[in-house]
């Protein structure tokens, strides 16, 4: 395999925070080997569009604490079509850009996937997502600091749930995946979890209830984005609405809070550590895999497999809300 | 008139950040003067149904820092009949109070100005509300940690705005008023704000989106809960997608994190104040009056000034954040 | 007086929390007012070193929220002589800079006093330091998020010493003032607060700490940087340990934690309001003067004034200390 | 072996954030199996002296985000003798208290092991420390706290040092262990890291502030408390100040904020997870053994084990430290 001179690096999909954690670490270390690096801005959309800027030390100086991306992220619709991705392999020669760093999640590992095969361009990927969805790594870059900020902001819902005896019930993101709503749901002592990948049974959660009337003066369920089983949070509400007419009953939904803030230290170290292992794997010739952190270890998974591979819910987690909330 | 030897306190109405702090300032300084102290439970509902809590320096101890209130608090119907009252005022005797320090808003106030009247019961009261919409104390109880926790969460949502270029439209709190989003608005830089206190001139906004189109990356829109003439949040959004179908424009409602968390430093020092007036002062036989802060000094309002004064907006926020948002 | 055609800005001296939302507002308020500016690096010494960067609306976007100050400051020597001042007028005259406005504390305004009468420069001065030790504004800017940050912090020490029952002497910033040290001892409900504008009496916290000796289980003594009676925080520490051995009696410094962080809502809101009245007054021909927030209003007092006047500690917060520690 | 009828449960050694929800899982989880359970003030100093609080499920409600302990902790001479132990034995014979879970980190688990076998009562151990120092468990519980709270505070001297061009050496905690210095190194990009574990390289580090000399504007020194070869982070300052006279440089001792603080949500998780574990386990007679998280699952290991074995530190993080901050 040929030498590799000029890395590019981008983010795509969701914005997730250590995104900038991660870009620092991939530049950083490309110019410890002395290899040239660019950030290409807008994901795929700016590499079709050209949107190229060559990075130094001084580029990524001060980032690694900030939310969001300054590489900024879209999705494109021009990189599905045979046409796009063309484009996009022209404006990398002409740039003479002979590898690339993927940060996103599954949509962005697919498309790096088609891109680097029919191209044979040696391409990293790096697990950016708050969802946690994907499989190959403990821990996506952004999934920790979500969980704290679901936390914080429950935490805050809280004090005024206690202050009123109020039943809340907080819809958090994940449309295909509780992970989020599970470890934050463990994080605040929800009373109860609803989540898509779990039949949701709400005559249980209704006993419950029933049970705790006199032991509880407030109470808080969370409800994950993609639960449809139960209608969705307002719909849990007004159930619960009809049964207990004296509970006074809320619905909050989180929204997109749960994307931005500071990355959490545990987020900044597994950017910088998948960062660092990209760049060196890419000078090895390694290609078309993520690189994640399984077990406190670099691991690396093919791309298919990283995006195809449903991530299980741990049975054992939904055992601890139940046992913690009774 | 007699003097008095035991206080009762409360908070009523919704909860604000900071109320913690005010009960535990009643607690201590009515024990600094020898005189006992009474914590009623969840507002006049508790007043009429005998939930009384007699309090020492230990049942206030390392409440300062948290939300929410321990004394809990309620909306009560039958405050509003004079059954209800007598029922009130029954209790207090049968517990020997012969002083309240009533922490809430206008509608704590309002029960408090009749029932003092009627009964002849020294009252006085402590602005405690997120809303700030009493007339007689240059902020009240709450409002700064709300500002404080709307400018923490815009900051988050703007990561993500940053990252995808997008317009977010962010409903915050104030059902009759403007003043939580005009404070925070300007704290966050928004593109513009949308209160009822000021006709909403849509048409002047979608220019300033035309104008600053190459300029600006992202744009954070606040919009008043109370605010109509725009038709709501979601209908503001509506709106900027009909006319700029090619920005990615997005709603997020802040909902009731805005009522919780830990008391900013200036929301305590409130309370520490106010609370150590209002004990002092009902010694020295004031009642009737909202005990508040205007211009760095104790300031005495009676209830129904404090209520019925409508807080004018400062038109020079206004003009700050059209200067500062072109 | 001659139309001013471009601005200079700078931040001088200690940095302080707000800067960045200050500057902010200087340089949109100009650009709205079709004025031209320009931010000097590193005060006064960047000054005379031309460090000069034209600034559009974009260089200041996003900064609201950081703590910090993105011109840089400095504390300059060479401008405290004739030649300095000489070389500093020489390179505004160069960028053709015909106004100033100086973001920083009295060593700042003491700077700019004399630079404009000597070169006849209107410049008008912005309040930015976390000591709010300037007569002519409520608060300086960046003293509302040290409070908070101290509070924080102190917080945190609080969980500790209930957990062990220890006694904490926590030392603030605050050299010549104990402005930080008084607000953030009422907000963390502190034992007792040494600050230089009193006489310390130690004996009289050994009798407080006798006398609630049953009473309470962790303490919390803060002491201004500043303050000397005492002896410093180790040596209160050292008397304490005397008298009550069996105390677990311990020392925590804040330090330079307290200058940095994300400027409070209240915070960017003055540096806003003081930043687009410094403008627009500089436009009307005002010179020399501090443009504070007094009572909620605009304010405005000569150099001179606003650095000589000694700003007085509010004796009935001291009272408040005593009342609820007690 | 006998039923298990009543589970004793302490808190033991320093402070940490989330041991308030491992009490909130193991008093939980006790009563959902239908055991009593008994909270004990002070750890082992308090079971001598007879402080044993029943624990209901309200004992423990709104507890898993405060920091500190609410059972309070110390460490205790009496129990390191025969003769407290037979005391405390004695204690909790008249309680009927059968087993016990103690929360804490090395010292805890030296007394659990001793104690256990002297009398044979079944313990099992929670690792409740920031420092990490056991193994048998991935993290303990407060660990990632105390690193969030360092990383929260270096990102406040960031602010400040970036615009004044310091260098900062900043002190973490770590008497034996370099743990939180690594981790909290990497986290807010740290220049160096000096630790226990590794022989500190002073002159290469002022190679590295040489080399960077034009490169970088702020540095950030991370230096943990029981470093030596350094001599400290005081005599690290006096080291480059000499070599460097023109840098500004300045220390900072963090000190004891990092015990406190609302634990994350990792740590809170960590211990809803470990708590439940353990009285589960105890109902099955497991004995002797701490309980943690290894690669996402509980496991067990005897408690001289927990101790004995040193925790390494990953050479893999300090390569990068070095990487990055080139």
Redesign the interface.
Known sequence: MSEIKKIGVF?SGG?A?G?NAAI??VV??A??YNVEVVGIGRGYEGMINGEFYPMN??SV??I??????IL???RSKAFMTPEGRKEAYNQLTNQGIDALVAIGGDGTFTGAKIFGEEYNIPILGLAGTIDNDLYGT?FTIGY?TA?????D?V??????A????RV?IVEVMGRDSGLIAL??G????AESIMIPETKTDIEALLNRLEMSRK???SRIIIVAEGEEDSGGAFHVADVIKNRFPTFDT?V??????Q????P???D??LA??VG?AAVEELLKGRKAEMVGLV??KIAFTPFDHAIKHHVEI?Q??L??VE??S?
């Open positions: 983010t914005d925070p995104m620092r670490a950083r270390t110019l410890y030390r001084r100086a001060n690694i604490q900030r939310g969001g991306t900024k992220t879209a403990d920790d969980i704290n900020t679901v936390t902001a935490d805050k819902i809280r004090d005024t206690e202050s009123h005896d809340f470890r934050s463990i994080s605040i002592g032991d509880k003066s809320r909050s939904i989180l929204g997109h809070i994307r931005g803030g500071k959490t230290a545990m900044r170290v910088c550590r660092v077990h406190g741990n054992n987690l055992r601890i046992i913690l009774l």
